[in-house]
């Protein structure tokens, strides 16, 4: 049975931007993903050239199977789940991460996003864990503004990193301005980083910060942005939501997300993002992807369609 996408964002109960999270702890053993303990969640280190990457789990959430191919059948979206061993949860959910990406480099602490918050994710505790206190954190460099990525810039009105230069898209902040009906929730949380004149907007293909090239995504918002990241001859492509699940949509870039804003620009954009990466044989960084989130495009014969393959280290 093909469910449509509003039925599936009115099925979860909330708006388009609204997405129920679910703490690690709640979650059925099988998806339990922070087993060092209550506070601190899984973390994974590094290399890229210079720099040293960390990868810090700060959430999960369990989504429809439906939003995993909004324009397909679910049967179809569940046959290929279940070819390849995806576990299927009670309901018919299929577990999301959370995962903060982040770039270190003597002094510099750049994360790429900033998670569930600090009443829900477990970035803060983490990151206190690894020695990195809030106010170490140098740069934020912001992919789009879904509450499960802007969430934990700021709580209350008060910065979560406060010394922290935040690097906002401008065609991002320009949609949200013209839309406050669907953004005054992310409004909320960057405005006292522009109050402490904090932010700085950058446009698409541009050197955001030293070593972050930013790639226009669009589709899955109005403004979202992925990221080259390159030390010398490395790099490292952060598809942030672009591509939310590497076993749905890299075989078939063309389905789209259930919270793809528009999905046939949102699939452009996939399909783009995804011959890049496989010609270039980058690294990739899935923020929903399955943790640590890394490995690779394998592009199958001359289709549009893509293995992903973990990285090995
Ligand atoms: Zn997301």
């Known amino acids: 049975m093909s469910i449509s996408r509003r039925q ?100 510099r602490v750049t994360l790429f996003d900033t998670g569930t918050g600090i009443n829900a994710g477990k970035l803060v505790p983490t990151l206190n864990a690894l020695g990195i206190s809030p ?17 934990g810039l700021s709580n209350n009105g008060t910065l979560t990193f406060p ?34 004149d904090l932010v700085t907007f950058y446009a698409p293909d541009t050197e955001v910060t030293e070593g972050v090239f930013s790639i226009p995504t669009y589709g899955h918002t109005a403004g979202h942005m992925s990221f080259s990241i390159r030390s010398g001859d490395t790099q490292l492509i952060n598809v942030a939501d672009a591509i939310t699940s590497p076993y749905t949509f890299m075989p078939n870039p063309e389905w789209s997300f259930g919270f793809d804003a528009d999905p046939v620009q949102a699939a452009e954009s996939r399909k783009t993002l995804l011959d890049r990466i496989a ?30 393959v973990p990285a090995a280290f």
């Open 279 to 308: 010609s270039e044989r980058a690294l990739m960084f899935g923020y929903h992807f399955p943790f640590p989130g890394l490995g690779y495009a394998v592009r199958q014969g001359d289709a549009e369609s893509y293995t992903f």
């Open 163 to 196: 010394n922290a230069q935040v690097f906002f898209a401008q065609p991002e902040y320009d949609f949200m301005q013209a839309n406050p009906d669907v953004a005054s929730a992310a409004l909320d949380k960057l405005q006292p980083a522009l109050d402490a």
């Open 135 to 151: 106010d170490a954190v140098t740069e934020i460099v912001m992919s789009h503004y879904h509450p499960d990525h802007i969430d």
């Open 8 to 107: 599936l964002l009115k099925s979860i109960g909330v708006g388009a931007v609204g997405i129920s999270l679910i703490q690690t702890s709640k979650l059925s053993p099988s998806y339990a993903q922070s087993p060092t303990s209550a506070e601190v969640a899984a973390y994974f280190r590094f290399a890229l050239g210079d720099y040293e990457m960390i990868v810090v789990s700060d959430n999960a959430f369990g989504l429809p199977i439906g939003f995993f191919g909004a324009n397909v059948s679910e049967d179809e979206v569940r046959t290929q789940l279940e070819s390849l061993h995806i576990p299927i949860g009670n309901g018919g959910t299929v577990n999301a991460t959370v995962m903060i990406l982040i770039l270190t480099q003597g002094e």
